[in-house]
């Protein structure tokens, strides 16, 4: 099994990164998990697939519950409702975190659903996981188990700051990822390709690739229809199969 975490500020393309790297992967081996994991959910539209329930629904339920489950194991119980909400299509199956929207803590259910994931996960050969915008992740540690992270940057000082404390809290919290790579997302010109590539030998980062800013990405996001829908000859979904076929040997 090999995770693949995507991550970056809100904004930069991660979503878009994640979900063709979906598509690609998925096209190379069918046992693939995409797992969104971000509170606004973009994913499955960026997939092109509807969801109806997510964990966030599984979480509520047994706040309100467990009290009245009794003698009946709870761990038990959350893994029969997991398998409710991984929804399976074609090339891949689906995993929605949703967000809690009752009050009380989370902890204790937070928790197991962590131990209940890791085991699901080993049944896949690849997981992409499609993180919230930010840092929040790695302060919780939600994608410790993760092999690669890609952190998708524009080249605005926002994006970079963002990349930069995302490699910083790595190191901070002994996250042992095998590798974090970058990638530049919405590159103009020469100047923006040397922004990106400075950025990333002054921060250590591997570059994966740049990718270009495409006026057919933005029609899509515009028209509300799903990313994967990029033609074949596009110059970006070219450069993200690129780096699909290169986590896959890397993964192998």
Known sequence: MVVIAVTGK????KTAVAALLVKFISEITSNVLAVDADPDSNLPDALGVEVDKTLGDVRELFQVTRESLGTVDKESWLEGKIFEVIHEFDNFDLLVMGRPEGEGCYCFVNNLLRGILKK???????????????????????????????????????????????????????????????????????????????????????????LPYDEKVV???????????????????KKVRFIAEVLTRWGS
């Open 219 to 237: 029609e899509l996001d515009l028209k509300g229809e799903p990313i994967i829908n990029l033609p074949e000859d596009s110059e970006f979904a």
């Open 120 to 210: 699901f996960m080993r049944h896949y050969d690849y997981v992409i996981v499609d993180c919230e915008a930010g840092l929040e992740h790695f302060s919780r540690k939600t994608i410790e188990s993760a092999d690669y992270i890609i952190v998708v940057t524009d080249t605005s000082r926002k994006g970079l700051k963002t990349a930069k404390k995302i490699r910083e809290l790595a190191k901070e919290l002994n996250l042992k990822f095998k590798e974090i790579f970058l990638v530049g997302n919405k590159i103009v010109g020469d100047e923006a390709k040397e922004i990106i590539k400075d950025f990333a030998k002054k921060e250590n980062f591997v570059l994966l690739d740049l």
């Open 10 to 13: 809100g904004g930069t393309g």
